[in-house]
């Protein structure tokens, strides 16, 4: 929905890992809805690192 690319990860202590590219508009955006999460989640924090794309995703991905 938001045009990003990248992927998201569920990690063993309970926490997400997320990567993601796209338009800073849409990262702005992706970053406003983390501060909410999904209606099943609950979100105490979350950290954000700004880096230079490096343009190697070309989907958005969910890894197990």
């Known amino acids: 929905?938001?045009?990003?690319?990248?992927?998201?990860k569920n990690m063993p202590d309970g926490t997400v890992y997320l990567e993601a590219e796209g338009e800073e508009e849409q990262l702005?955006?992706?970053?406003k809805w983390?501060?909410?999460g999904s209606p099943m989640?609950?979100?105490n924090r979350i950290?954000?690192?700004w880096t230079e794309p490096t343009d190697e995703y070309s989907t958005f991905e969910m890894k197990f």
């Open 1 to 8: 929905k938001l045009n990003v690319v990248g992927w998201v």
């Open 28 to 31: 702005n955006q992706l970053e």
């Open 34 to 36: 983390l501060h909410v």
């Open 41 to 43: 989640s609950r979100v």
């Open 47 to 49: 950290e954000v690192e």
